[in-house]
C-alpha cells in the first residue's frame, strides 16, 4: 500500500477535487507562483518541499513534467530521498537545464519522446518507456455518436467518405489560449506547425493500418473552455490546418 500527497506550485480547482477523494494537498505558501525567472520565490518553494518531505518521512517525490522536476529533483536532493519524473513532452531546450538536476528514473510515454530525452543527457540512471493506458473498442462501436456529432456540427455535409480528424487540445488560460476562444477561429493558433506534424503523422500511421487512402482528409480542432461554473465550453474548427501532399 501507498499514500499520496500532493504539492501544488499554485492553488487551482485540483485541490478540493483531489481532496475530495482524500488526497492530501499542499500550496506554496507564497502570494503568487514561483517562477524561475524569480530565484527568491523558486528557492523559497523548494525549501517548502523539501522540509514537508522531511516532516511528513516522504519515501519518493514524483515530479510532474521537467519544470516540476525543478522543484521536486532539488528538493529531493535537499531532504536526502530518491526523485523520479514524468516526461509528458514533446522536449525542449529547457530540457538542458532539467537534466542537469540528478533524478533516479524519468518515465517517458512514447518511443519518440524516449528518443527526444536520451539526447538532453540527463543525469538519471534510466529512462522508462510506459505507454499510456489505452480502451481497445471494436471499429464501429461509437458510429451512432459519430454520426450525431456530424449532425450536431453540421458536418453531415461531408461526405460520409471522408475521413475527418478531430484533435482535441487542452486550452489553458495561463498560456493565454483563452484569448482563442475569445477571438473565435484563432484558437487555431494554440495548434503549432510542430504539434500539426506530429497529428499528420498519427494520422498517416492510422490510415495506413486501416488500409485507408481517402481523396481528402480533414483536421479539424475542438477547443475547450472551462468557464467560471466549472462548466466546460467547446467550439470546433473545422479544417483548422491542411495536412498538404497527397494520402
Sequence with gaps: RWQAQVYFLQDGPLVPELSKHG???????????????????????????????????IDVIHSAMGYGHLFGGMAAQWAGIPEVWFQH?????????????????????????????????????????????????????FQKEAREFRQKQAIETTPLSTVVFGLVGRISPMKGHRDFIEAGAQAVLSVTPRK?????????WYLKRLKRQPETVRFDVIAIDWQPDGSPKSELIRGAFDAGGSW
Design 23 to 57: 488526497i492530501r494537498c499542499h500550496v506554496y505558501s507564497g502570494a503568487e507562483r514561483p517562477r524561475l525567472k524569480k530565484p527568491r520565490s523558486t528557492f523559497r518553494a523548494i525549501r517548502e518541499i523539501s522540509r514537508l518531505a522531511k516532516a511528513e518521512k
Design 89 to 141: 513532452g514533446p522536449t525542449s531546450s529547457m530540457d538542458w537545464l532539467t537534466g542537469r538536476v540528478p533524478t533516479r528514473t524519468i518515465f517517458v510515454n512514447s518511443r519518440h519522446i524516449q528518443r527526444e530525452q536520451n539526447g538532453f543527457f540527463a543525469q538519471t540512471q534510466r529512462i522508462h518507456l510506459v505507454y499510456p493506458g489505452t480502451e481497445v473498442f471494436a471499429p464501429g462501436q
Design 196 to 204: 500539426q506534424r506530429r497529428v499528420i503523422q498519427a494520422a498517416r
